[in-house]
């Protein structure tokens, strides 16, 4: 290995129909998932709120905000992963949160072990990669970030 390569430290995100590519500096926190209810006349995306360091999140269902089914889940399998928030309405909402369908785990990338792919993107994709000949998904971090504001609205 040469010694003026870098790597970034990542974390792949299991979800129902994919995983999620992000690096670890976006993540604040992985908590336990309990479930909540999301009250009545709420965005199908929405699985409900995490009472987080005297902060109200909006936990929001990645499938559900990408055009999928809200699926919760089940057998203690299922995470919340606390985000930190990049856009222009960080002040408002420094943070959101996502479930996740299982333990996120991680992984250590240099720029030559990532390549792009076409796949069918929805409105909560970035792109799509292979890492190591795994696909996965970076997220679109603005639109969930919408989300997350309109939730708290």
Not at 101 to 114: K, T, V
Request: negative net charge.
């Amino acid at each position: 290995m040469k010694e003026n390569s870098q790597s970034l430290a990542c974390v792949m995100i299991p979800v129902c129909d994919r995983q999620l590519l992000l690096p670890n500096v976006s993540i604040a926190e992985v908590v336990d998932f309990g479930s909540t209810d999301a009250g009545a006349n709420t965005p199908e995306w929405l699985v409900g709120f995490l009472d987080w360091r005297g902060l109200s999140l909006p936990v929001i269902s990645y499938d559900a905000a990408n055009g999928g089914r809200l699926t919760v889940p089940g057998d203690n399998r299922g995470r919340i992963i606390v985000l930190n928030t990049i856009g222009s309405s960080h002040q408002q909402a420094p943070f959101m949160a996502l479930i996740t369908q299982g333990i996120p785990s991680q992984a250590r990338l240099e720029e030559n072990q990532i390549r792009q792919l076409d796949g069918e993107a929805g409105p909560a994709d970035l792109m799509q990669v292979e890492v190591e000949g795994e696909a996965a998904w970076i997220p679109n971090l603005e639109y969930l970030e919408s989300l997350a504001l309109e939730a708290k609205h």
